[in-house]
């Protein structure tokens, strides 16, 4: 490690492998550091990444960064979602679908959150290896989104394989071909999705996207591409992140062997196991600001135009916050983590997938007393949404 340039390359496999040490490093030395190679700032200090997220000289709208490269005109037909657009047009989208996620409306999923990991746990009994992440951790929050939102169950694979794709787009560097392929899931997601909308405005039903059309038809709240980007919008966000911390979660009460055992005899420790994880293996490692105006951040001086990311990951374990950051704690309280994100883009589905992974968990630890690892462990290909392609294992 030399100079302020080599503290951290998101791109180096060993960095991919294990990111935590670099964060650590970058947050001891240089924490509010400019990556000159790819002309972005990195925060890893918790009261930093806590501004950048409040701070409303911060734009969430990554089109006004000096790095934008604008797609090409027949590539850009897709209207934004509210996760990347500032106030007024923030407020008004993210009230359009609040009440749905609020952690009343979300708790009456309960029962049915339950009957579908029981029926998932009831399914593996038999078994005696399996892989986790497609047996368990993927189907159950893909259900719950799938039947919120109204999306047949029939067309799950397909929008699997989309969804997977398009996470590629949010790593911080794409290649033209990647980028190719991220376009053409997008817009065979937008096809799918607007053949959706077409069913349900001729036949209603009782779900989200039925709901989202009234709106819509009421005025000028909703246009039909913002419609759709916020359909998008929450299936993708459903699919690929609750996944990574059933999976992360799991694999980490294995590696933490006392931890496991602490919160499996007391299955009351649910509510702080599931922050602590949340903290601990962040499903999204890091979010993007552009500024939008001149400001000085921990002594640094940021232009206007420039991106900033805060490293959530990195946050999470500053030892200014949390006592003893490199160590799990299923117990630890408060635990004011980042993982969620801070302020107006704070997660809109914290508490579904809160609720998801407190019923998940306890569940698959009480079916399989003798859980454990039985392979390696197979890393996803992306560095911002970091979870398991694969977890094998053993069950009895
Ligand atoms: C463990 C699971 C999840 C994690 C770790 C997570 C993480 C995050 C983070 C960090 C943000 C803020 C991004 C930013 O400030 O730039 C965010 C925003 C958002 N999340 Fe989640 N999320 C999870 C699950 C979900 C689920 C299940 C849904 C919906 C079904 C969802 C929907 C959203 C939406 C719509 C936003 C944008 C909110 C806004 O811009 O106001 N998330 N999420």
């Known amino acids: 490690?030399?100079?302020?340039?080599?503290?951290?390359?998101?791109?180096?496999?060993?960095?991919?492998?294990?990111?935590?040490?670099?964060?650590?490093?970058?947050?001891?030395?240089?924490?509010?550091?400019?990556?000159?190679?790819?002309?972005?700032?990195?925060?890893?200090?918790?009261?930093?990444?806590?501004?950048?997220?409040?701070?409303?000289?911060?734009?969430?709208?990554?089109?006004?960064?000096?790095?934008?490269?604008?797609?090409?005109?027949?590539?850009?037909?897709?209207?934004?979602?509210?996760?990347?657009?500032?106030?007024?047009?923030?407020?008004?989208?993210?009230?359009?679908?609040?009440?749905?996620?609020?952690?009343r409306m979300v708790e009456q999923l309960r029962p049915r959150i339950e009957s579908i990991s029981a029926d998932l746990v009831e399914r593996l009994a038999g078994e005696r290896e399996t892989d986790l992440v497609a047996q368990f951790a993927y189907p159950l929050p893909v259900i719950v989104i799938a039947e919120m939102l109204g999306v047949p169950a029939r067309d799950r694979l397909r929008f699997q394989e989309w969804s997977a794709v398009l996470i590629r787009g949010l790593d911080p560097f794409v290649d033209a071909a990647t980028q190719e392929l991220v376009f053409d899931a997008r817009d065979a997601l937008i096809d799918y999705l607007s053949g959706i909308i077409a069913e349900r405005r001729r036949e209603p039903a009782d779900d989200l996207i039925t709901g989202l059309i009234a709106v819509k038809e009421q005025g000028d709240v909703l246009s039909h591409g913002e419609l759709v980007a916020m359909c998008n919008l929450l299936l993708v966000a459903g699919h690929e992140t609750t996944v990574n911390l059933i999976a992360g979660g799991t694999l980490a009460l294995l590696r933490h062997p006392d931890e496991l055992e602490r919160l499996r005899r007391d299955p009351s420790l649910a509510r702080t196991a599931v922050e602590e994880l949340l903290r601990y293996v962040p499903p999204v490692q890091w979010t993007g600001r552009v500024a939008a105006a001149e400001l000085e951040l921990g002594g640094r001086r940021i232009l206007p135009r420039q991106s900033v990311v805060g490293v959530l990951a990195a946050a999470n374990r500053d030892p200014e916050v949390f006592p003893d950051p490199d160590r799990l704690d299923v117990g630890r309280d408060p635990n004011p983590h980042l993982a969620f994100g801070r302020?107006?883009?704070?997660?809109?589905?914290?508490?579904?997938?809160?609720?998801?992974?407190?019923?998940?968990?306890?569940?698959?630890?009480?079916?399989?007393?003798?859980?454990?690892?039985?392979?390696?462990?197979?890393?996803?290909?992306?560095?911002?949404?970091?979870?398991?392609a694969r977890l094998p294992v053993a069950l009895s």
């Open 1 to 103: 490690m030399t100079g302020a340039e080599a503290l951290f390359n998101p791109f180096e496999p060993a960095v991919m492998a294990d990111p935590y040490p670099y964060y650590r490093l970058m947050r001891e030395r240089d924490p509010v550091h400019w990556n000159g190679a790819i002309r972005t700032w990195f925060l890893t200090r918790h009261a930093d990444v806590s501004q950048l997220l409040r701070d409303d000289r911060f734009s969430a709208d990554r089109t006004q960064s000096e790095r934008y490269i604008p797609p090409p005109p027949e590539r850009a037909r897709a209207a934004r979602s509210m996760l990347v657009v500032d106030p007024p047009d923030h407020t008004r989208l993210r009230n359009l679908v609040n009440n749905a996620f609020t952690p």
């Open 343 to 388: 302020g107006i883009h704070f997660c809109l589905g914290a508490p579904l997938a809160r609720l998801e992974a407190q019923v998940a968990l306890p569940m698959l630890l009480a079916g399989f007393p003798d859980l454990r690892v039985a392979g390696e462990p197979e890393p996803r290909p992306t560095w911002n949404l970091r979870g398991l």
